[in-house]
């Protein structure tokens, strides 16, 4: 099946559903649905992976969500590229756009993917059942605020949550295995002191590893709000402009 028809039967009931929930609930209901949004970004397990690589040392930690993040860009980017598919606000006038307007395709998910592979990686990483269910829960909040907001169909998210599973289990069962064993062996071969889980004294040791793990940081943050640094300074271009 090829991907016009592919969507073409999606399509109908993708667009039935987000002209019903579409900034349904009020401008309150929204604000908590963007910030509940914000925990599907990928921002958040950027930090994780610089913590538990130069903050923390935890190698297997750092591998299983470094391999679940890898397997994103692998896996969500190609087939966003590949399918093409434009945002509901692109394609639908009566749609609301409800928080920062993204720039990448719409399907599928991403904030999807990462809600459910690496909730799941937490609640396997601590052995925990319940928490394995408020994964769950949190994931069909996130996933609908994203068809609220007005930024994915619910194809979108249905099959980000099925590319986050694959990912989860992927990163379990292969890639994270093969990435312990080559930071092992980098750790072996390289003769670097290692602290395992614990704060590395480099921090408040050595000044250019500090300014390192800080640079690494603010890089992330940066990157995070970019966008909405880029809107604020065009608002004033226009408001100067207008003047």
């Known amino acids: 099946m090829s991907k016009e028809k592919f969507f073409d039967r999606l399509d109908p009931w993708d667009q039935k559903i ?30 994780l992976m610089v ?3 130069f903050i923390f040392y935890d190698p297997q930690w750092f591998s299983y969500i470094s391999s679940i993040f890898l397997l994103g860009i692998i896996i969500i980017g190609t087939i966003k590229k ?11 006038e009566q749609i609301q ?10 399907f599928p998910s991403w904030h999807a993917y990462n809600v459910i592979s690496q909730g799941l990686l937490l609640a396997y990483l601590l052995n925990s059942l319940v928490l394995a269910i408020i994964v769950l829960i949190f994931t069909a909040i996130v996933s609908f605020s994203r068809i609220q907001l007005g930024v994915h169909y619910p194809s979108d998210v249905i099959f980000g949550v099925l590319f986050g599973l694959c ?15 080559i ?54 271009r226009k408001n100067n402009k207008a003047l």
């Open 82 to 92: 590949y399918m093409n598919r434009e945002r509901p606000f692109e394609s639908l």
């Open 183 to 236: 930071i092992h062996y980098f750790e072996v071969v390289t003769g670097i002191p290692v602290y395992f889980q614990k704060i590395n004294p480099l921090l408040y040791k050595n000044v250019l590893y500090i300014i390192l793990v800080v640079g690494l940081i603010i890089t992330i943050i940066i990157f995070a709000i970019y966008k909405k640094i880029q809107e604020v300074i065009e608002g004033k």
């Open 51 to 53: 913590f538990y690589l």
């Open 18 to 47: 987000i002209l019903k929930y579409n900034g349904i609930g009020g401008k309150k209901f929204t604000v908590l649905l963007k910030i509940i949004s914000f925990l599907g970004r990928e921002t958040i397990w950027m930090l």
């Open 97 to 106: 756009i409800l928080e920062r307007r993204p720039t990448s395709r719409s």
């Open 167 to 181: 990912g989860f289990f992927l990163a379990m069962t292969v890639v994270a295995p093969i990435l312990m064993v």
